[in-house]
C-alpha cells in the first residue's frame, strides 16, 4: 500500500489515541489479517501457538462480525494516523469459547513490536470498554513466557492473577483489570 493509497473499506472508528486509530474489523481487512496471524513469531504465544490458515483467517473475520452484531464489540484494526494508515496490528474485546468475562486479546506486526504501542492501544481499548461498553472487568490471559505481554498489560493496570492449567496441560497466566478510581478518564498524556 502507498503513502498516499486511501484505506478502503474501514470500519467505523471505536477510539484514537496520540499514534493510532482503532477500528471495528471488516471483510476488507482479510489480507493483513492474515499477514500477522499467518506470521509463526508473532503468533508464537497466541491460542496453540500455532500460525492460522487463510481458511481460519476468514473464520476469526465471520467470528468477529457476528460479535459485534451479538455484543456491540470484538477484534478490531489498529492502524497508524499517519499518511497512509499502516496497519499495526489487531487488538479486541472478546469472549473466547462465550466465557463470562471480556478478554483483551491482541497481535502486533512485528515491525511495531517494542515502540510502547501495544501499550497504547490497550490502554485506550480498556478505556472504550469502560466508556462505551460499561465493562468494569477485563481479563487477558498469557503464557508464563511471555514477559513482554506481562508488562503491557501491568503498564494499562492489570494485575497479575492466578496461573490456571489448562486440559492440555499448559499453564497459562491470568490478568486481571477494573477500572480507576472516579477521575481517571479525564486525565490526558496517560498514554
Given amino acids: ?90 487488538m479486541g474485546l472478546v469472549h473466547p469459547r462465550d466465557q463470562v468475562e471480556p478478554e483483551l486479546k491482541y497481535a502486533l506486526k512485528r515491525a511495531f513490536w517494542g515502540q510502547g504501542l501495544a501499550t497504547e492501544a490497550a490502554e485506550g481499548m480498556l478505556r472504550y470498554g469502560l466508556a462505551s461498553q460499561g465493562m468494569r472487568y477485563v481479563i487477558a490471559t498469557t503464557a508464563p513466557a511471555n514477559a513482554p505481554s506481562h508488562r503491557v498489560l501491568e503498564k494499562v493496570g492489570m494485575q497479575r492473577g492466578e496461573l490456571v492449567k489448562g486440559d492440555d496441560g499448559d499453564s497459562t497466566l491470568v490478568f486481571e483489570w477494573r477500572p480507576r478510581p472516579l477521575g481517571w478518564l479525564a486525565e490526558t498524556g496517560d498514554w
Avoid at 481487512?29 to 492460522?52: C, K, N
Avoid at 476469526?60 to 470484538?74: C, D, K, S
Wanted: with cysteine.
Fill in 1 to 90: 500500500m502507498s503513502a498516499t493509497q486511501p484505506i478502503l473499506a474501514a470500519g467505523p472508528l471505536l477510539f484514537e489515541t496520540p499514534r493510532l486509530l482503532c477500528r471495528q474489523l471488516t471483510a476488507a481487512d482479510e489480507d493483513e489479517l492474515f499477514a500477522v496471524y499467518s506470521d509463526p513469531e508473532a503468533m508464537r504465544y497466541v491460542d496453540d501457538g500455532q500460525p492460522i490458515s487463510r481458511d481460519e483467517t476468514r473464520q476469526w473475520i465471520e467470528v468477529t462480525l457476528a460479535n459485534y452484531a451479538r455484543r456491540g464489540y470484538g477484534m478490531s484494526a489498529l492502524r497508524l494516523k499517519a499518511e497512509g494508515q499502516q496497519l499495526v496490528g489487531f
